[in-house]
C-alpha cells in the first residue's frame, strides 16, 4: 500500500453524494478521527463520482477495496474505529450491488416508478440553503455546517430547532463546542452565555447571537442567511 496502510475516498463532487449529505464536512469528520488516533498512516481524501449515483453517499476503502453506501454523518464514528483504525468492514453499510461498473439510478425514473420523490437538495424556495439532514443534529445537541461563505450553527433544543452565527460574539471561539440545556447555550471559552430559543445575552453575555431563518421540510433542514 506503499506509504500508507489504508487509504479512504470520499465522494465529495459526484452527481449525487454531496445532496444526499454534507460530505465535505464528512471528510473533516473521517480527517480529524484518524488525526486524534494518532494514524498518520491513514490517508482520507476528496474523490470525484464513483459512478454509483443515487446509492450515496459513499465512501471507499482500500486496501480492502470495501464500499459503504447510503453513509449518515452518524456512521462515520463507527467506520472510522472499526475500519479505518481497527482494520474490521461495517457490514451493515457495505455496498455490494452485484453487478461491477456504473450503477448508476436513474432518479427520475425512480420517482415514476415508487411514487416517492427524492429529498430536496439544493433550495426549498428562492432565499433558502439547504443545511443537513434534521437528523444529523441529536436531540439537545448542536452542529455547525456551512452554507455557502456563511457558517451557520443549528441548536436541537429538544422541541425544534434553531439557527444562529456559528462563532461567539466576544472571541470568535466556535460555539458547537460549547454546551445548553434547552435554555441556556454556554460557550464554555469565557463562559458567556445566550437565550437557546431567541439568542439574547444572558449573564455577562455583552452581546446576542445573531439568528437566522429556519425550516424543516421533509426532513431536511434550510436556513435563510438574511437574519
Not at 482494520?87 to 455490494?96: A, F, H, N, S
Not at 416508478?113 to 426549498?124: I, K, L, R
Not at 441556556?184 to 439574547?200: I, S
Amino acid at each position: 500500500m506503499g506509504q500508507y496502510d489504508r487509504h479512504v475516498f470520499v465522494c465529495t463532487s459526484g452527481e449525487t453524494c454531496p445532496t444526499q449529505g454534507d460530505t465535505e464536512r464528512f471528510v473533516k469528520i473521517l480527517r480529524a478521527g484518524a488525526q486524534k488516533a494518532g494514524r498518520s498512516d491513514v490517508r482520507i481524501n476528496k474523490s470525484g463520482c464513483f459512478s454509483q449515483c443515487g446509492h450515496g453517499p459513499m465512501i471507499v476503502v482500500y486496501p480492502e477495496d470495501v464500499w459503504y453506501a447510503g453513509v449518515h454523518e452518524s456512521d462515520l464514528d463507527e467506520i472510522l474505529a472499526s475500519h479505518i483504525i481497527g482494520g474490521q468492514p461495517v457490514e451493515r453499510l457495505r455496498y455490494e450491488p452485484g453487478v461491477k461498473g456504473a450503477n448508476k439510478i436513474d432518479i427520475a425514473a425512480h420517482e415514476a416508478t415508487s411514487g416517492h420523490a427524492a429529498a430536496p437538495v439544493a433550495a426549498a424556495g428562492p432565499g433558502w440553503t439547504r443545511l443537513c439532514r434534521a437528523d444529523e443534529v441529536p436531540v439537545n445537541g448542536m452542529k455547525e455546517f456551512a452554507a455557502g461563505n456563511v457558517n451557520v450553527l443549528i441548536v436541537n433544543t429538544g422541541s425544534g430547532f434553531v439557527a444562529y452565527q456559528a462563532l461567539c460574539p466576544h472571541e470568535a471561539v466556535r460555539l458547537e463546542d460549547g454546551v445548553h440545556d434547552g435554555s441556556v447555550l454556554t460557550c464554555l471559552e469565557h463562559m458567556w452565555q445566550f437565550d437557546v430559543h431567541t439568542g439574547a445575552p444572558l449573564g455577562e453575555a455583552e452581546a446576542g447571537l445573531k439568528p437566522y431563518r429556519l425550516k424543516q421540510e421533509s426532513g431536511e433542514l434550510y436556513v435563510g442567511l438574511d437574519a
